[in-house]
């Protein structure tokens, strides 16, 4: 037990070590507790991104032709970023196979990139700019065949 001279009386000290204990520990447990929180949404956010890429390639390559492959590509990536509980978050579904006039035909490839975000949680509107968000990309390349019927 340590003593120090306050005046001419003497002050104890004791349990101060246990208060500065618990104030050190909650000054470093929010920001850890805050980055692990992050950290599994981004985590969420790129599984969610890489299904709906993946979704969306497949969902294209058995519509009938390119006009409804964009829109069952887009219809299969909101569903699969919605299993992952991402329903509100923004998304782009950019459809590409080279050089071909027509993604149906026989030996086309397809590649399917799926843009979006998610907004890193507990984080204000710092300066108005809006909430800070983490981009993410996934892109899912599929031969056009590989999922169609032949007919003779």
Do not use: N
Request: aromatic share 6%.
């Amino acid at each position: 037990m340590s003593r120090r001279p306050v005046g001419r009386r003497y002050r104890d000290e004791t349990g101060s070590a246990l208060v500065e204990l618990v104030w050190l520990g909650v000054l470093l447990l929010v920001p850890m507790l805050w980055i692990v929180v992050s950290v599994f949404e981004v985590q969420r956010g790129a599984f969610g991104v890489e299904s709906a890429a993946r979704s969306a390639a497949r969902a294209y390559a058995l519509a009938p032709d390119d006009a409804s492959g964009h829109d069952r590509a887009r219809a299969a990536a909101r569903q699969a970023l919605a299993d992952q509980g991402l329903d509100d978050v923004p998304v782009t579904v950019d459809v590409r196979c080279g050089e071909l006039a027509d993604c149906h035909s026989g030996t086309a490839v397809i590649t399917v990139r799926v843009d979006s975000k998610v907004e890193l949680p507990l984080m204000p509107d710092v300066l108005g700019g809006g909430a800070p968000s983490f981009a993410l990309a996934s892109s899912h390349t599929v031969p056009i065949g590989q999922y169609q019927e032949i007919t003779r």
